[in-house]
């Protein structure tokens, strides 16, 4: 039931204003013509197509207590393009946009502009225009302007009647005529602006209230109400509705006559609904299509910098709003500008994650993107998106499309498909779009433009615009399958209701709530028990406030623990962003105060979840569609349609009103500042008690507002210097700050991961995790670099910084000749300057003394001899690890070989070093970037390189690990025994080598070479390397102390110790032998490798017998070490493949481990001279099984058919002596070139593999051969012993033992 808004609210309820201002812009016709610098120089265009500076012509009323008028910002996004003129040639049609301010405190007021043009009767300003036209002709007749100007888009040829005789069109375009004024036969036409100032955006009411308010101006005074009535109607008697409420009111009809027309308001109802948008999303779809708006909600998610571009000031506007009322229950916390004026373009070069919308028709010439690695453009006119590097999926992304569109389809809105000019690709909805960082990613790559400035295309015409009714025709006849060649099937297709604008609202309301309810519940499905990670403070709330930045809030690691793989790579850079981590301060700011509105609808919708599907729930396990959207459209229907409260219809509130003459007057300042009088003492009361709220707090809390400690980047329209400097300030204290907080996240997490390897306990970082991190690393080293730029010369300001070093460092070299045409002023002068110096210091060394001269020879002299016994070093320059980052042919883009270059200097633990070598050139260094730059900041540069230099205290493989098809050398040094006799061999050898990522085929080894290169894909991190040769010539033995490879680009080098025979009838008779190796620590310098190698650490004379001097205990606690390293190892989230093989076949590792345990109370490692190995007695244990097997097969038989309990544990006795002689016949035939040695490593490698391991040792004690060779105190013989073993190699049984193709010689498995 309708009622009287006073009789409704009480003084307890404090409704705030529809609009807090009406604001008119326009020209100041005292003033005259000022043209606008932000536009750049329109010397070549002509007066009419110049922009001019505006101002606010007046605004209604003076001021209001929470929300300070701007002048100089209202105007400057009333008027985005500036003051603009044009004659009756041209097309005026009114038009409308709307716009955000964004106060210092994050509080965020709504602007709705209406821009139409008015005839200029102002003689001074037409006489002014005519004399710039007149010296605008001139200066082209003369030649002194350069080109013609260039007509403006969307400009067809007209008569050229008004310009002078004696000006020749013939070399112009035809269109150019529009361009130009004759005061005696044209009209001048200025833009003038009439605005709404609101606190909410209420969109379809604002612009309904302006188009018809432009409307109402008449000649002269005629029947309806005043201008001034309607605008004070609305500013004071028209409030926002309470939650849950909705509220009539009236505003203008289209013609002055009619009555006013009704308008519905409402306000949703938290926490059962989502708050309000009154921007239609379906717009956003029918320009964008599904695909690109998934694509730029994925990037808004990861907070990359976001540009959009339009020629249309509203689509930029909406584009804007709908996309980040998308992230709800999260909110963007950083710059937020839908509408970048021009006077603001420099802000494009702000070092943080950004949305800006650009005009088509800017000038682009002076525009600078500091860097594009983050960035996200899109065209909106083009229907085209181009996406950062490296963005992975969201979650679920093909079944989350599938759904958008199912909705979409219901409601019949036109949406395009996938279209070429989409920079958007499609693996199977897999990890990863396109990543040209990553070559090795192995998705297909999309053609990416060199720069975005290349696309921008800012002096191209824009193709003829299609009407938006014969698009949506052919959009719904493409989705119904209805041949276009067929007109009357068209146009019965086309035949639809025609809605009123009322019902097209209503319906664009309901549309949006269903739509938001979908994107919602994807994140309700993902975070459904995001509460069980929130990590609650056990401090005061100024305490947790003051060390909020040292605290973790959240439990990420096990969080992603409990993830699908595939969606680790969004999640994991997704909890890094600072909405997340606003979401989740607020969550635990509510042990203080009132859980924020955002949250508790979030949570609710949890609670709904849980309800369905039980408490216990982790993650949904597939994909769940949206079940919420019928009742909360229930909620919204019945609010719309059954309206409560009506508010007080407009009076006139002026006596005697003055005649207009077709345009837009200034309203009565005196009538528009008086508060209403005629309202009952009670609404009075509740007035005046909300101002006193207001005034208390400095501004209206509204329920789409959310709190949170962390401080948000804002921008100030107050362009002046002093601010200018103060934001630049602020960009590098920022930067620093997040330098400081990347490194020490970086270092703690890989130092926890460290220490859980080394067995303390704890998380362990994840591969996918600490990528991230790297990830952020170089997004944090692309906005230092691109901060203060002066010139951009490509997409990485980092990458065009380090090959313009690299070039002038060429340059510095005296035997190499100049290009001229290569180096710009600033680097010629940088050349120059080298130069001197450099014959500057040449000059200095010829006075150095003769004896200085000899002593420096002399210990160059004193240098060991390069080769085998010296391991040259790698270079550690600058410009070496530049060189090999452009030697990878994998990597297309300039933003790519930056991030590869970062990572390999991360991991050669010369990031800092590098990147203050950079920094040392001065000259280059003030000839790129501005002196406000943050690289030119001494104390904070010196800051960040300290930063940096902590990292070296932990190992990172960023480069190794993330580029697995990049071609790398590697050198391989052989050090053999000193004896001659041992040292070579007449043998054709070879290696194979494996690691993380691959493995190579068998490489020869040159003939009497002991240093050789190869190239290869990526290895990985090395873990073994098979040695053996074909045992051919005359000496064909060969003894190898150990093997050393380097990888040539990162400079890993790796220690494959070995100390024994290579061939046949020496040492165990083994031509091939497997080699497990260990990453040399960089404290090692190559001297020292070569002295801790030059004793075989397993040499063994094969006259010798070995002797165990380990005691029982001792071996016993060697085992439990060596089977605890595999359980942990098993129980990590992600183990690194190469680590279990070092597990099991190195130092300490199982294999020596039960070596040792089986050679202990060995009786006789000697027999008729010959050597005894292990191996030995398996292949007699193995003869011994088949004998008892054939002996007392009918025995078993005729005992099985009488008792069944003996015919299950016989079964598995069987089974296991089978196996057994199996898997000793499969290494037997697979593995001739194998020793005795290398034999038995084989079976417990492939014995743990089949859980035989602790199977096999009781019916070997039983063996006859175990009586035979082994003693009494053994622990085959010792049933204490025995036992102990049996139950130690137990727990191998609980694991999927996965082998490395390099030990397994191809055995598969008898499982």
């Known amino acids: 039931m309708n009622g009287s808004l006073d009789m409704i609210r009480g003084p307890e309820q404090h409704p705030s204003r529809f609009a807090d201002y009406f604001v008119i812009c326009g020209l100041d016709q005292d003033s005259g013509l000022e043209p606008d610098r932000f536009f750049g120089d329109s010397l070549q265009s002509t007066p009419l197509d110049r922009a001019y500076k505006g101002t606010v012509l007046g605004h209604y009323p003076d001021s209001v207590p929470w929300n300070h008028f701007d002048k100089h910002a209202v105007c400057m996004l009333c008027l985005p393009s500036g003051l603009r003129f044009r004659t009756q040639k041209h097309s005026i049609e009114p038009s409308f946009h709307s716009f955000v301010l964004t106060k210092e405190d994050g509080h965020r007021t709504y602007g709705f502009s209406l821009l139409f043009y008015e005839e200029c009767r102002n003689k001074k300003i037409c006489h002014a225009m005519q004399t710039l036209q007149s010296m605008h002709i001139t200066e082209l007749s003369s030649g002194q302007n350069g080109t013609p100007p260039i007509p403006r888009r969307g400009q067809d040829g007209h008569n050229t009647r008004s310009l002078p005789r004696h000006f020749k069109l013939s070399a112009h375009s035809p269109g150019a005529a529009l361009g130009y004024y004759d005061y005696t036969k044209d009209k001048l036409l200025v833009t003038k602006s009439i605005s709404l100032l609101c606190q909410q955006p209420y969109l379809h009411a604002a612009r309904t209230f302006l188009t018809n308010l432009y409307k109402c101006v008449p000649r002269h005074p005629g029947p309806g109400l005043s201008l001034e009535s309607y605008v004070y109607n609305l500013l004071y008697n028209v409030p926002i509705p309470l939650p849950g409420k909705s509220l009539k009111f009236f505003v203008p009809n289209d013609e002055p006559a009619k009555v006013p027309l009704e308008l519905v308001i409402h306000q949703p109802t938290l926490p059962e609904e989502l708050p309000m948008l009154d921007y239609p999303l379906k717009d956003v779809f029918s320009w964008l299509g599904v695909d690109c708006v998934i694509q730029l909600f994925t990037c808004l998610l990861l907070e990359n910098q976001v540009l959009l571009r339009s020629a249309d000031f509203q ?447 704890g998380e362990f970082l994840s591969d996918v995790e600490e990528n991230t991190l790297v990830a952020s690393l170089c997004d944090l080293l692309e906005r230092v670099w691109s901060h203060g730029l002066q010139n951009k010369q490509g997409k990485s300001a980092l990458w065009s910084h380090l090959t313009t070093y690299q070039e002038l460092d060429e340059c510095n070299d005296a035997t190499k000749s100049i290009d001229p045409n290569f180096l710009t002023p600033a680097l010629a002068w940088c050349v120059l300057r080298k130069r001197l110096d450099y014959l500057s210091n040449l000059a200095l060394e010829t006075e150095v003394s003769p004896t200085r001269g000899r002593e420096r020879h002399k210990s160059s002299g004193e240098r060991k001899s390069v080769g085998p016994e010296h391991l040259r070093p790698l270079p550690d320059s600058l410009i070496f690890d530049i060189r090999n980052v452009q030697a990878m042919t994998d990597i297309k883009t300039h933003i790519g070989y930056a991030r590869a270059w970062v990572r390999l200097a991360l991991e050669k633990k010369l990031l800092s070093r590098h990147l203050k070598t950079l920094l040392s050139d001065t000259a280059l260094v003030r000839s790129q970037y501005k002196r406000s730059a943050f690289l030119r900041c001494e104390e904070e540069k010196e800051q960040f390189l300290y930063h940096l230099l902590t990292l070296n205290a932990v190992d990172y493989f960023c480069f190794t690990n993330n580029y697995p098809t990049t071609k790398l050398p590697y050198r391989v040094v052989i050090f053999p025994s000193r004896k001659a006799s041992a040292a070579t061999t007449t043998a054709n050898s070879w290696v194979a080598i494996s690691g993380t990522l691959c493995e190579t085929n068998p490489v020869s080894i040159p003939k009497g070479a002991l240093e050789f290169v190869f190239h290869h894909r990526n290895l990985g991190v090395l873990s073994t390397l098979r040695i053996g040769h074909d045992n051919t010539g005359l000496s064909p033995k060969w003894m190898v102390e150990h093997i050393v490879v380097r990888n040539e680009v990162t400079g890993h080098t790796f220690k494959f110790p070995c100390g024994r025979w290579l061939g046949k009838g020496i040492d165990d008779g083994s031509t091939e032998r497997l080699l497990v190796g260990a990453l040399v620590p960089k404290s090692i310098d190559n001297e020292e490798l070569v002295e801790s190698c030059s004793t075989p650490p397993r040499c063994r004379s094969p006259s010798i017998p070995r002797r165990i001097t380990l005691t029982h205990i001792e071996l016993q606690h060697m085992l439990g070490e060596a089977v605890n390293a595999i359980v942990k190892f098993h129980y990590r989230r992600e183990p690194q493949d190469g680590s279990l093989t070092a597990l099991l076949c190195g130092e300490s590792g199982l294999v020596p481990s039960l070596e040792q345990t089986f050679l202990f109370g060995f009786k006789s490692q000697r027999l008729f001279g010959k050597n005894l190995y292990v191996w030995d007695y398996f292949v007699r244990v193995k003869e011994n099984f088949e004998i008892s097997l054939l002996e007392e097969m009918d025995e078993y038989s005729q005992r099985l058919s009488r008792d069944r309990r003996a015919l299950t544990e016989n079964n598995q006795r069987f089974n296991i002596l089978r196996s057994y002689c199996h898997l000793i016949d499969q290494i037997n035939t697979c593995s001739q070139a194998l020793g005795k040695d290398g034999k038995f490593q084989l079976f417990i490698c492939l014995g743990a593999r089949e859980h035989l391991l602790h199977r096999m040792l009781s019916p070997m004690s039983e063996a006859r051969s175990t009586v035979d060779m082994y003693e009494e105190i053994s622990f085959l013989r010792s049933p204490q012993l025995l036992t102990f073993l049996i139950q130690i190699l137990e727990p191998l049984d609980e694991f999927h033992i996965v082998l490395e193709k390099s030990l397994t010689q191809g055995i598969s498995s008898i499982c």
């Open 315 to 761: 689509k930029l506007m909406v584009v804007s709003e709908c996309i980040t009322a998308l992230l709800f229950p999260f909110s963007w916390q950083h710059v937020y500008v839908p509408i970048l004026p021009a006077s603001l373009h420099h802000f494009l070069d702000a070092p943080v994650p950004f949305v800006m919308g650009l005009h088509a028709q800017s000038e682009g010439g002076n525009l600078k993107i500091a860097s594009e690695a983050n960035l996200c453009y899109v065209d909106i006119d083009k229907q085209s998106i181009q996406l950062p590097e490296e963005l992975p999926v969201f979650p679920h992304r093909l079944q989350f499309i599938t759904e958008i569109r199912d909705l979409l389809n219901k409601f019949k809105v036109p949406h395009p498909d996938k279209t070429d000019n989409m920079a958007i690709n499609y693996f199977n909805g897999d990890i990863m779009t396109s990543s040209l960082t990553l070559p090795g990613s192995g998705f297909h790559h999309p053609r990416r433009k060199h720069s975005l400035h290349d696309v921008l295309d800012w002096d191209r015409p824009d193709p003829e615009p299609h009407s938006e009714t014969l698009q949506r025709i052919v959009d719904i006849v493409k989705r119904t399958g209805v041949n276009l060649g067929d007109i009357d099937s068209v146009d019965k297709t086309t035949k639809e209701k025609i809605l009123t604008a009322q019902e097209e609202y209503h319906d664009t309301l309901i549309f949006n709530n269903a739509l938001r309810e979908i994107f919602l519940n994807r994140f309700v499905q993902i975070f459904s028990s995001y509460e069980h990670f929130v990590i609650q403070p056990s401090q005061d709330k100024e305490e947790w406030l003051c060390n909020r930045d040292s605290m973790h809030v959240f439990d990420k690691a096990t969080f992603l623990s409990d993830q699908p793989a595939q969606h680790l790579p969004f999640l994991s850079r997704f909890l890094e962003s600072q909405m997340f981590a606003s979401l989740v301060d607020n969550k635990v700011l509510a042990a203080w105060s009132e859980l924020d509105p955002n949250i508790r609808v979030f949570d609710q919708r949890i609670s709904q979840l849980k309800q369905r599907v039980g408490e216990g729930i982790v993650r949904s396990p597939c994909y769940e569609a949206c079940q919420a959207v019928t009742a909360t459209q229930k909620l919204l229907e019945q609010r719309l349609n059954n309206v409560e409260l009506e508010a007080v219809p407009p009076t006139e509130i002026l006596p005697h009103r003055a005649a207009y003459f077709r345009s837009f007057p200034l309203l009565d300042g005196v009538a528009l500042n008086k508060e209403p009088t005629q309202s009952s003492r009670r609404g009075q009361k509740q007035w005046k008690y909300k101002m006193k709220m207001i005034e208390a707090s400095g501004k209206l809390q509204t329920p789409q507002e959310s709190q949170s400690p962390r401080p948000q980047t804002k921008f100030s329209t107050d362009m002046s210097p002093a601010l200018i400097a103060q934001a630049n300030w602020t960009f590098v204290e920022k930067l620093l700050k997040d330098c400081k907080s990347k490194t020490k996240r970086m270092l703690v997490e890989k130092m926890g991961s460290e220490a859980v390897a080394l067995g303390h306990g």
